[in-house]
C-alpha cells in the first residue's frame, strides 16, 4: 500500500513538471492509472480471444479415423493408377495399366467415416439432379463451358470458330470419330438454318450427343425371374469393389436379397474389402482364402446365391493387369463356370471404366470385350475429371450401353444412367 501511495506520488509530482496545478496532481495521476490498467485489460482479453481462434482454427477438419484399418487405408491413400496406351511390336495397341505395385493394398475400404456421414446430410437437401450436375462440374467446365465461352464470343458462325469448337470436343474426350460425327452435323444444320447460328450450334451439339448416348435397355437385375447374376469386371483401381458395395446397397434398399462373391482372390485384402461394403448394407459375402482360384468362388457364391434364394449375386474380379492373357483366361473360366450353375448366367457383365483414364478407358473396353461378353460399362470417378466427354465416345464408338456412372465416393454416388438427365445436366447453364 505504502509502495503504491509512493508511486502515485511521484507521478503526481512528474504530472506538475507538465503544468498541472498542485491541488489537481493526485486526482490526475489517479487518471492516468485507471487508463493505463484498463488498456492493459483490453488487451489481455483481446490476446486471450485471438488464442483461442487460432487453436480451434490448428484443429484437424478430417475427423480421425474410426479404426487402425482405415489409418492404414487412408495412408495407403488407395491404389495408384498409372495408365498407357502402347503400340506394341506387332502394331497391336496394347494397354498397360500399372498399379504402383501390385503388392496388397490392406484394408482398403475406409469404415463410413464420421466426414462421409456430414457430407451425406449436406447433400440430403440436393435433389439427385442437382447432385448430378454437382459431380458433373469439372467435365462440364471443360466441354459445355468452354463451348459457350465460345459461341458467347460472336454473333456469327464461321470456319475458325468451328475449328475452335472441334478442338474443344476433341480435348473434351469425346473422341476422334464422335467429334467428326458432331461437326458435320452441326455443318449440315448450319447450312440448312441461316438464323441465331450460335444457339443453333449449343442446340444441335445437345441434340447430337444425347442421341448418341440413347440405348433401349431394361434395367439391371430386372430382366427377368430367378437369380440375376452381375459379374463385375475391370482393370485394378477402376472402383470395380466399390461400384459393387453401391450397386448391394442400391438392390437391398429396393427390397432385394442381395449376395456377394468375392472374386478378386489375386489382390490381399480384396476380400476383406468386399466384407466391409456387404456389412453396410448387410448382405452375405461369399469368399475364399487370398489366392484361391475365383472359379471356385464363383462356383460357391453361386450355389451360396441359389441355396438362400437370392435374387441377384454380384461378383467382384480380379483387376491386375489385362494385358496378362491370365486374367482374360480367368474371366473366361468365371463365366463358364457361372453359366454352367445358373440358367443364362452371366445375365450381366459390367465392365467398369475409370472416366479420369480419358481415351484409354476406349483401349480396355475394347481389349476385354475381346475376351469376355461385355453388357454395360459403368463409369466411375466422373466427379473427379474434366473428361467425362468419354461418355459419348463410349456410347457411341462402341456400342456400348453406360448403365451406372459413379459420382463419388459416398455409397448413394452411383447414378442409373439416364441419357436425357446426364445431358440436360451437362448443358444446364448455372447463370
Ligand atoms: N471420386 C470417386 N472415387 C471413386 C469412385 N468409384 C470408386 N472410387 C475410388 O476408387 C478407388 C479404387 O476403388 P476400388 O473399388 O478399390 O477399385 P477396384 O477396381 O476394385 O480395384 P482392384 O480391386 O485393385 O482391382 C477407391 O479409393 C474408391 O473410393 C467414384 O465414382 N468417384
Ligand atoms: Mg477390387
New binding site residues.
Partial sequence: MEVIKLWLEQLAALLGQYGIPAEQQMTAALGLVFVLVSLLIVVLILLLVRRRVSVRQEKPQQPLPIDAESVTAAEAG??DLATETQVAEDGAVETQVE?ESEAP?EA?VPPIAAAEVAAADEDAGLSLFERMRRGLAKTQASLVGRVDALLGGSSRVDADLLEELEEILITADLGMKTTQELMQAIETRLARDTAKQPELVREVLQQEIETRLRFDQASLAEAADGLQVIMVV??????????IGKLAKKFTDEGKKVVLGAG?TF?AA?AE?LEEWGRRSGVDVIRHQSGADPGAVAYDAAKAALARKADILLL?T??RLHTKVNLMEELKKVQRVLAREVPGAPHETLL?LDATTGQNALVQARLFGEAVTVSGVIL?????TARGGIVVAIAAELQLPVCYV????KVD?LRPFVASEFVAALFETTE
Fill in positions: 488407395g491404389p498399379a493394398v482398403a475391370g482393370v485394378n483401381g477402376v472402383g470395380k469393389t466399390t461400384t478378386d489382390r480384396a474389402q467382384d480380379a483387376g467398369v466411375t470417378k466422373l466427379d473427379g459413379g459420382v463419388g465416393e454416388d
